[in-house]
């Protein structure tokens, strides 16, 4: 049967954003009948929770799934090979978390879920995908503006065409080094960039997925973009009081989803369906960002 129907994995899909793009999913009228909509969730019970919120439809399953453990990975892939025939279509990497712990050993795990997590998923799943099947790394808009404070050096490193995925390795392996040894501002991350573990991740995803789609666009014929939902009221930010709404920051998730492949950039940036910079150009928007970051970001009290 899944030879004829449409396979998508959502990550982090038992609350917030992931939750709003499986229900939107579920609203496309094909995808009553013809998608199999797996949800991811780190914890099984809220998983079973969120299915239960959707209706329990039988065409959503359940797929546990940590993006921080290697182990899980390689668990849920084998799932898919097993209960799938190893074929998936969409692939939506929502799945993220923002420490308000700024110590080393939480930034660690920030770049473990945001970016490593989905560079290894990504590496499993791919083989996966089916021909003209779409990968979506979801982002934030925070990576062009945290871009603006790096070195012109180290803009042209995360903003080259001919980066590669190990050279992004790299980069991200000396941020880690030199946040643990309180050297950032000697390889040219400004003392301004506010809550670095969530954002300077956030740039490194936008970063991989440009490489990543060089990586496999042509062996595989599939797309790959990332997007910025936009500041939406979540467990991630605590619900901040005036932010958009998860279904509303789905809606951009949707719109690579949907949009003929002639009408987007592989690898590029997008949000509310306009594609946006890899690096923000509005001096007065960055300053703006960082002076109010501390509302932005809720701080650990």
Known sequence: MTEQKRVILVTGANKGIGFEVVKKFLDQSSSKNNDIILLGSRDIKRGEDAIQR????????????????????LAATNEIRQKYNGHLDILINN???APKDQSVEATKSAFETN???????????????????????VASGVGPLVSYLFSKELQEKYTSPTLTTPELDHI????????????LERIGYSSEIPFPSYTVSKAALIALTRCQARQYCKDKNLFIYSVCPGFC????????????????????????????????????????????PYICDDEAKVKGFVEHSKTLFKEKQ
């Open 172 to 183: 991200v392996q000396e941020f880690l080094s030199a946040y643990g040894s309180d050297n």
């Open 115 to 137: 970016y490593y997590g989905i560079k290894i998923l990504n590496e499993n799943l791919i083989p996966l995908i089916r021909k003209h099947g779409r990968v979506i790394n």
């Open 233 to 276: 009221a979540t467990d991630l930010n605590g619900n901040a009081a005036g932010a958009r709404s998860a279904a509303l920051g789905a809606d951009s998730i949707m719109y690579v989803i949907n949009t003929p492949t002639n009408e987007l950039e592989n690898g590029a940036f997008y949000q509310d369906g306009k594609q946006l």
């Open 95 to 97: 799945a993220a978390i």
């Open 54 to 73: 959707l209706g329990s439809p039988s065409n959503v399953h359940l797929l546990q799934l940590d993006t921080s453990s290697k182990e899980s990975i």
